[in-house]
């Protein structure tokens, strides 16, 4: 790949990654914990989470060498990214929320993988979308009260609607998922975080600070119990539960889908885990 497709991928991530403010994605409860279906609790309904295979027609979202979804039948492109508390929207290490609000690096979460200001690549290996660092735990900020604005942890996302372009602020999004026949999502991972502090964020215009999240209604996080095969449909999607008077989710107008490693008070959150078999649904 010359250094040209190299740029272009990573301005498009940045500029996706470019949507969060301090105050994005906050965790509600103490520890990062909500209530039925969140770490510990059940799948957000009867069917949900791990299975031994899909139970709905698929379109698979193969991502190509270079970080980009291949053509596919529902009309979904875009490319991978990543942005953590530590970094800006540039991928800038040191600009972002944490160390702006006067944290020193060892208060911030890190991104081992992937490498922040590197384009978004499958393992060579072939284990699909890997992801590895430690979202951090949320200390006191100098107003005695805990950080979450600006410690909220890892995130790793790719866009639906963004076509390669060489415009630095490409469009991005949105997808209409009904329009294409798409009734939901599904995923295969292999490992969880510690205590399962895992969000699966569907960001739509206007809510890239705030997204709806697969069981946000209810759950302070995704009921991603283990690993194995997650499907969900849109009407699981809500929320997000810390957030007052949310809007409904509105699956017309998809920006991007992200898996969110969400900080906590209680200690740091490592994690190492790799995301296969990424399909929209349409059952």
Not at 95 to 114: I, R
Not at 141 to 166: E, H, K, Q
Not at 257 to 263: E, G, L, P
Request: hydrophobic share 40%; aromatic share 8%; glycine share 14%.
């Amino acid at each position: 790949m010359g250094t040209s497709r190299a740029a272009l991928i990573a301005t498009i991530g940045l500029a996706a990654a470019g949507c969060f403010d301090p105050g994005a994605l906050m965790p509600s409860q103490p520890g990062g914990r909500g209530g039925p279906g969140g770490a510990g609790g059940a799948p957000s309904r009867p069917g949900a989470g791990a299975t031994s295979g899909s139970t709905g027609a698929r379109i698979p979202l193969v991502t190509n060498v270079d970080g980009w979804l291949e053509a596919n039948p529902a009309g979904a492109v875009g490319t991978w990214w990543s942005i953590n508390d530590y970094v800006d929207a540039a991928g800038t290490p040191g600009g972002g929320d944490c160390p702006a609000a006067g944290f020193p690096m060892s208060a911030c979460s890190t991104l081992t993988t992937p490498v922040p200001r590197t384009p978004f690549r499958p393992d060579p290996g072939g284990r699909g979308m890997c992801a590895s660092g430690t979202s951090a735990q949320v200390l006191m900020g100098s107003d005695g009260t805990p950080a979450w604005p600006v410690i909220w942890g890892n995130i790793i996302a790719f866009n639906l609607a963004t076509p390669p372009t060489r415009d630095p602020m490409p469009t991005n999004g949105p997808y209409d998922a009904p329009a294409h026949g798409i009734t939901g999502f599904a995923f295969d991972i292999d490992a969880v975080p510690d205590g399962g502090h895992l969000r699966v964020l569907f960001a739509t215009p206007g809510t890239e600070n705030h997204p709806a999240y697969w069981n946000g209604a209810s759950s302070d996080v995704s009921p991603i119990l283990g690993p194995g095969h997650y499907e969900m449909r849109w009407p699981e999607v809500g929320g997000p539960l810390w957030y007052a008077a949310p809007p409904p989710f509105d699956p017309t107008k998809i920006e991007w889908i992200a898996f969110h490693v969400v900080s906590t008070e209680v200690a740091p959150v490592p994690f190492d885990f790799c995301l296969k078999n990424l399909a929209l649904l349409t059952d």
